[in-house]
């Protein structure tokens, strides 16, 4: 089975902070993928990767950044964590063409 | 843009009913359409993947069609259990990106 880990389910952080949520895959997706999740808003993509080192922004790439120096790993930065950064994120991978996203189990991060 | 709508939002049923998820599409030239579920507090498992080529997939009591020419797509879920409660998201994944587009899910409740 693929498998996506996220490398927290919890988190909790201080305004101002710089956070790091790491993802690892371990089926040599080329694609991997940030997206957040909040009630009635649904899933919105910060950010996206289809090789080590590329990027791409997503729909709300703000206060965000992200490195990708592993074909294996993905990782989000909050700059400076915001209240407004609450939310639970979650990452993806996939291959190239005709295959679907494998989901990690996603980080509930609390901004306070 | 792609825009992914799905009906309805909630869904509350008795055990034992077979039901239809629904998921409309509007731009047509997708790779591929892609079900999952998401129990509150976690990640997304994906259910069912079907390749823009296909007509329909079936996994246990589960069966997923895909009508590509009218943006539509349906979840079937046959003897509806309580542990089948749970949000009900699709994704479909378009030729020129590499990305997916969400619909906002259906909440789905199996009453017992």
């Known amino acids: 089975d693929v498998k996506v880990t996220q490398s927290s389910r919890y988190l909790v952080k201080r305004t101002g902070e710089k956070v790091f949520l790491e993802c690892v895959q371990d089926m040599d997706h080329e694609n991997m993928f940030w997206y957040r999740q909040d009630p009635g808003l649904g899933l919105r993509l910060i950010y996206f990767s289809y090789d080590v080192k590329m990027k791409e922004k997503g729909d709300i790439p703000e206060g965000y950044s992200v490195s990708r120096e592993k074909k294996e790993r993905f990782s989000l930065i909050l700059e400076s964590a915001s209240t407004n950064q609450t939310s639970m994120y979650l990452c993806a991978s996939s291959s190239q063409g005709v295959y679907g996203y494998t989901f990690g189990s996603g980080t509930r991060l609390t901004v306070v | 843009k792609q825009e992914v709508t799905q009906i309805p939002a909630a869904l509350s049923v008795p055990e034992g009913e077979n039901l239809v998820l629904n998921c409309s599409f509007t731009d047509s030239a997708i790779y591929n359409l892609q079900w999952f579920r998401q129990d509150p507090g976690k990640g997304l498992t994906s259910l069912l993947l079907?390749?823009?080529?296909?007509r329909e997939q079936t996994s246990g009591r589960l069966n997923a069609s895909l009508d590509k020419s009218s943006g539509r797509s349906t979840l079937y879920i046959a003897a509806s259990q309580p542990g089948d409660s749970a949000t009900y998201l699709c994704?479909?994944?378009?030729?020129?990106?590499?990305?997916?587009?969400f619909g906002s899910g259906t909440k789905l409740n199996v009453k017992p």
């Open positions: 994704a479909v994944r378009e030729y020129n990106f590499n990305k997916f587009y």
């Open positions: 079907i390749q823009s080529s296909q």
